[in-house]
Structure formats: structure tokens, C-alpha cells
């Protein structure tokens, strides 16, 4: 039988071709040449940028996909931040109410600090006039933009979003503090009950929120003894899945914040000294846990 020979992916217009034939996983081998001197080159953008305009969801999703690559030659880093990726994930990427539309405001959000996201803001509260959703609600709560408030409450007023979590994260990011309060005390409650997994999830909305306060909650968890145990596969301290939550805050200190840089006590102390400095948080009182990070969990179900 012969072998399929793989594509080579020469420019931009050949990965377009290969996405439009249904290719979804190409050869990274391939990403520098759509490069020049170590930036994206701008005809390259230029013609992902039409295609993302115009072509089918699959193809815009693959597209938005392969723009987050080329970010990552340009800055190497977690942190998303090339002003011409953005601008094409924000024109053309926000162009049709598709996925890519959504994966789109996903990827800028989770990648791009909230300095780098508020330079957008009128882009971001016109996305929600238009078509509100989970992923455009959970942009502006992070971003934060003048005039989204009031957007914020009026679309609250609606049966559709009664009780849906983005909306309540977006209305405590603007200053809700009783549903703020809320998701504080689930956090100190899975705490409280020694439920480390639970804990961990609880972290996610409150650096949605992104408030100085729930980002405090956040960061007094840094402290925390608690031991996440999954039988027969690993042990983990829970101060790991604080560090990972933050990243959604601050992706730009990601080298500081990923649970991989901890070898010993004094890198958890750097990111207590970090949180400090942030966000204001003290840990007066609080004594710190005995150091630990993961070991496998070799215990029988």
C-alpha cells in the first residue's frame, strides 16, 4: 500500500489549502515560514487574515488555532501578546457568530493579560451587544471595559441568563460583591471540608473575576495544607492548582506562576511575595504548610 505523502506547507496559502481539505495536524516544522526576521510576516497575515474573514468554521478555527503558533516564534512565552495576532483575532476572528468566533475570545483571554485586553475594550462590549455569550461575558469580565456594566446588568435582567455562571462571574467582576461573596465562601467551604479537588475548581471563577478580592481569596490558598489525592496515580499539593489558577490572571508572570518552577520552599515563597505585591493579600497568621509538591500515590482504590 503507498503511503500518503504529508503536505509541505511552503506559506500561508498552503496551510489555508491544507486546512480546506479537512487537514488538521500539520508539521511545526513548517510554522517559520510564515515568518521574516523572526516576525510574523505581514503578507503571511495578510492572507491568513482574508481566509479567517471569509472562510468556514472549521477552516477559521484552524486558522485561529495556527495563529497562537505564530505568536509563540514571536514571543516565546505564555503570554499572548503580538499586536498584529491580536488584531487579526479580534477583526476578522470576531467577523461570523461561529466557534472560531469563540475560540477566538478563549484564546485572548486566557493568553492575554488584562493591560493587554483593555486596550480592546469598545471591540469587546460591541461583541457583546451584538451576541452575547459565555465566551464574549468571561472576556469582558477579564477585560473590563468602560460602559460594560451597564450591558453587564441589563442582559442579567433576562430569563436566558438567570443562574448561568458566566453571568454571574461578569456581574461580580463589575462589582456584584454578593455573588462575589458567594463564590469566596464555595471556596472556603470545599476548604473547610478538607476537599482539595473541590478547592481547586473553586479557584477557576474567582481569577475570572479577576477583582482584588477574589484574586486575594485566591491567593491566601498559597498557604494552604491541603493534600489533593487521586488513588494509585499521584499525591499534589493544592498550592499547585493556586499557581495554575493565577496564570489566568497574570499569564505574563507564567515562568513565575507554573507549578513546574516549584523545586523548593523559597519558589513557593516567591509567589507568595508576588501575590503581596498584586494584590495586597497578607498572610498574618497563617502558618506555612511543610513543603510539598507531588509524589506518585501508589495507595490501592
Known amino acids: 500500500m503507498q503511503m500518503a505523502q504529508k503536505p509541505v506547507l511552503k506559506n500561508a496559502q498552503d496551510f489555508i489549502e491544507f486546512f480546506r481539505r479537512g487537514g488538521e495536524y500539520y508539521d511545526r516544522q513548517y510554522l ?3 515568518m521574516t526576521d523572526n516576525r510574523p510576516d505581514p503578507h503571511a497575515l495578510k492572507v491568513l487574515g482574508e481566509a479567517l474573514l471569509t472562510d468556514n468554521d472549521d477552516v477559521r478555527d484552524r486558522i485561529v488555532r495556527l495563529l497562537q503558533e505564530v505568536a509563540y516564534l514571536d514571543y516565546p512565552a505564555y503570554e499572548l501578546r503580538t499586536p498584529e495576532i491580536i488584531d487579526l483575532l479580534i477583526g476578522p476572528g470576531f467577523a461570523k457568530l461561529d466557534g ?15 493591560a493587554t485586553l483593555s486596550r480592546y475594550g469598545d471591540v469587546f462590549l460591541k461583541a457583546l451587544k451584538e451576541d452575547p455569550g459565555g465566551s464574549v461575558l468571561l472576556l469582558i469580565a ?14 442579567s435582567q433576562l430569563p436566558r441568563w438567570k443562574d448561568n455562571e458566566s453571568m454571574r462571574i461578569a456581574r461580580a467582576a463589575f462589582g456584584d460583591t454578593s455573588i462575589e461573596d458567594e463564590f469566596i465562601a464555595g471556596a472556603k467551604q470545599k476548604e473547610d471540608a478538607g476537599d482539595g479537588i473541590g478547592l481547586g475548581e473553586a479557584l477557576n471563577p474567582l481569577v475570572r ?5 477574589s484574586l486575594q481569596a485566591v491567593c491566601l490558598r498559597m498557604r494552604s ?7 494509585g496515580v499521584q499525591q499534589e499539593s493544592v ?10 490572571a497574570f499569564p505574563e508572570e507564567y515562568d513565575l506562576l507554573k507549578p513546574s518552577s516549584v523545586w523548593e520552599d523559597t519558589d513557593y515563597i516567591r509567589v507568595e511575595k508576588f501575590c503581596t505585591q498584586k494584590t495586597g493579600v497578607r498572610y498574618d497568621g497563617i502558618p506555612r504548610p511543610e513543603f510539598f509538591t507531588t509524589l ?3 495507595r490501592a482504590e
Do not use: C
Not at 106 to 113: F, K, Q, V, Y
Not at 209 to 213: A, E, P, S, V
Open 142 to 155: 477579564k477585560a473590563k471595559p468602560e460602559g460594560a456594566r451597564e450591558e453587564v446588568d441589563r442582559l
Open 225 to 231: 495544607p491541603l493534600i489533593i489525592h487521586r488513588p
Open 239 to 248: 498550592r499547585l492548582r493556586v499557581m495554575s489558577a493565577l496564570i489566568y
Open 100 to 114: 472560531a468566533r469563540s475560540d477566538a475570545m478563549d484564546l485572548l483571554r486566557g493568553r492575554a493579560s488584562t
Open 32 to 34: 517559520p515560514n510564515l
Open 296 to 298: 506518585p500515590d501508589v
Open 209 to 213: 473575576i479577576g477583582t482584588q478580592r
